[in-house]
């Protein structure tokens, strides 16, 4: 199990480092070349700029069992397809019971706008982002790492 993080835009890096560091992860930071991210205890894979271009190289990369970072639902979908767990940047643990909906309101947006709508944003970020993403990072290691050892001790 590795934490992979779609780190362009992403304001939890830091406290994921801090999760993977204290469970023994690895951890792979992934940007284009608009962001720059040396980080200790990270493994960091720059690519190209490009639509996109971030999202399948840590597609590529995955293992099963792998834990993502991702604001991005698509990515989220396309991790789930591959055994992995994703997580967004408030602390959301994707799953298919969330997934279908999200993508499907993320195209009505998309419509929205494309038509001349406008939409809100989402809340300004805060401190309780921050603990509840740690929080559920943290949740899924433990019940990752579990799920993992019970498979083993099956075999």
């Known amino acids: 199990m590795r934490i992979l993080i779609d780190a362009d835009g992403c304001p939890v890096v ?25 980080k200790e205890g990270a493994t960091t894979v720059t690519v ?53 909906s999200l993508l499907e309101a993320r195209h009505m947006a998309k419509k929205i706008r494309r038509g001349g709508g406008r939409l809100k944003g989402p809340p300004k970020r805060t401190g309780d982002h921050d603990e509840k993403f740690a929080r559920k990072l943290e949740f899924l290691i433990l019940n990752c790492k579990s799920a993992v050892l019970t498979e083993n001790a099956e075999s």
Do not use: W
Not at 64 to 71: K, L, N, P
């Open 48 to 100: 190209s700029q490009g639509a996109d271009s971030v999202d399948f190289k840590l597609v590529n990369m995955l293992k099963t069992g792998d834990i993502v970072v991702t604001q991005d639902y698509g990515l989220a979908a396309m991790c789930l397809a591959r055994g992995a767990y994703p997580i967004s940047q408030n602390g959301l643990i994707f799953d298919s019971s969330n997934i279908d």
């Open 14 to 38: 830091d406290l994921a480092l801090a999760a993977a560091k204290k469970y023994e992860l690895e951890c792979i930071i992934l940007c284009d070349t608009a962001h720059v991210f040396e």
